[in-house]
């Protein structure tokens, strides 16, 4: 069966078995790395929800942490915008503690570095950054996140959280517009 959204064809990038296996292998990675530590997972909303569900599910359940979540905005249909419109912020004090933040995609690196400035001023232990995707051949600001599923190639992809103008965001697999 074909997909399509707003007349366009999609075509499958990763299958749920494929992202399933990065995320248990990254969520693995955070476990060995934060025993002892008391983490707090802050996630970019709206796209990284899926991604950090299913890496909260798939932690050592005996690792313990908290979870945020902050919102902001830098697109406009298909395209970054550059400019970051930060919607909503933090409940919990960040001080002192061990910050990962977990973002779905990154693209130009101007939104995630604004988020990381941020938080930097909010006085955490550390900051680390946990994201999905990184699209290759974009990035306006060289960023490496410190865990990472997978890196992407230029494609406007769909699904798995990632939406196109509010569509496709519930999407369970991975998908990519021709």
Request: with cysteine; hydrophobic share 40%.
């Amino acid at each position: 069966m074909n997909l399509v959204i707003k007349g366009k064809e999609l075509q499958l990038y990763f299958s749920k078995e494929q992202l399933n296996h990065m995320v248990v292998k990254i969520a693995n990675q955070i476990s060995a790395d934060y025993q002892e530590k008391h983490p707090i997972f802050i996630g970019v909303l709206n796209g990284a929800f899926m991604f950090m569900a299913d890496l909260i599910r798939a932690v050592d359940p005996q690792l313990k942490f908290q979870i945020d979540f902050i919102k902001l905005s830098s697109y406009e249909g298909k395209q970054s915008t550059g400019i970051v419109k930060a919607l909503s912020g933090l409940k919990n004090d960040i001080k002192g503690r061990h910050v990962i933040i977990i973002e779905d995609i990154i693209e130009t690196g101007l939104t995630i570095t604004a988020v990381i400035e941020e938080m930097k001023k909010l006085e955490p232990a550390s900051v680390k950054l946990c994201a999905c995707f990184l699209k290759t051949g974009k990035q306006k600001i060289n960023i490496q996140p410190d865990y990472l599923c997978t890196e992407i190639e230029d494609k406007f992809i769909i699904g798995y959280g990632l939406d196109w103008d509010e569509y496709g965001r519930g999407l369970d697999q991975l998908y990519y517009i021709q």
